[in-house]
């Protein structure tokens, strides 16, 4: 009677997970993650909002960072049941959001060159800088990723490494900044038009993650039509409805019949519903750009949803 024999255990490791370019920007992720919480954590500090959300953000990103390196090196990513090249790529382009936006956070609120009093004194001031520092390396790794794994002309990808694709990160991204900005006070309950706005903004957000959803899962075959074609005509309705949005939102808090024009003296910094109403606006009209890049991108985008 014959005998199978087993394969040697190394067989199932995959060395080009951390040797190839993108597991070498992989593993300087997981480096400079690791050192820029921890400095923060140990010596550096953080507090509020702001200190929260960098540390939410990087321990986020690295938790993700050690799953895909693991998944990659056991090649333990067969046995999910999901797109890989779908869900990397979305990752990773948001972890450089994430990345980024810390990156210009904390030292923003936390880093100064004199050193703060007595007893975090200049020892936290260095732990600070030197967090500063390890944040922008953290968010070129993973930016290098990105461009490392970005589908180029005419080559046959995943939907999320196209240029569109990962356009639908950002435009999720800015939509969360909008969203963030209507909730501080922005005072949208007013009109029934800036209501309308916030729909747009709404249906927008839900129907691009649902898009990014079906990507990373692979379902994009079952929908009984074209992804590509679907993905076109969401993105020029999605315009249309942006453009409106960009027309009436300015009008509604700006114009002097309905809003204000300029900033009010007694409005205060931090609490003033103005502020958040220039925030929508300016967002409104990134978002705005986002869309039409994205309608000329996914016209001629070629994929495997199974990629």
Same mark, same amino acid.
């Given at each position: ?23 070498? @920007? ?36 690295? @938790? ?25 790529? #979305? ?49 070129? @790794? ?32 800015? #939509? ?71 027309? $009436? ?42 869309? $039409? ?15």
């Amino acid at each position: 009677m014959g005998s199978t024999m087993e394969p040697p255990g190394g067989a199932y490791l995959h060395l080009g997970a951390v040797t190839s370019p993108v597991g070498t @920007a992989r593993v300087l992720q997981l480096a400079f993650g690791c050192t820029t919480f921890s400095l923060v954590a140990h010596r550096g500090g953080f507090g509020g909002v702001q200190g929260t959300f960098c540390m939410a953000a990087w321990g986020f990103c690295f @938790a993700f960072s050690v799953l895909v390196v693991a998944c990659e090196f056991t090649r333990l990513h067969s046995c999910l049941r999901l797109s890989w090249g779908n869900f990397t790529a #979305a990752f990773a382009m948001l972890a450089t959001l994430l990345c980024a936006t810390a990156a210009v956070i904390y030292p923003l609120y936390f880093t100064r060159l004199e050193c703060p009093p007595e007893p975090a004194g200049c020892m936290a001031r260095n732990f600070r800088l030197a967090a500063s520092v390890f944040a922008g390396l953290l968010f070129l @790794a993973y930016a290098a990723e990105v461009a490392l794994t970005r589908a180029r002309p005419g080559q046959v990808a995943s939907y999320m490494a196209t240029v569109s694709g990962l356009l639908k990160i950002v435009q999720a991204f800015v #939509a969360c900044i909008i969203f963030g900005a209507l909730v501080h006070d922005s005072r949208y309950g007013r009109y029934m038009a800036t209501q309308w706005c916030v729909a747009v903004y709404s249906l927008c957000f839900m129907a691009t993650v649902a898009v990014v959803a079906l990507s990373v899962m692979g379902h994009t075959g079952g929908l009984g039509c074209p992804f590509d074609r679907l993905v076109v005509v969401y993105t020029f309705l999605a315009v249309l409805l942006y453009l409106s949005a960009a027309v $009436i939102w300015p009008v509604f808090c700006f114009d002097p019949k309905y809003g204000e024009p300029g900033r009010p003296p007694d409005c205060l910094r931090g609490s003033c519903p103005w502020d958040s109403q220039l925030v929508v606006a300016i967002f409104t009209y990134v978002n705005l750009l986002l869309y $039409i890049v994205d309608l000329a991108y996914s016209q001629r985008i070629r994929f495997v949803p199974a990629l």
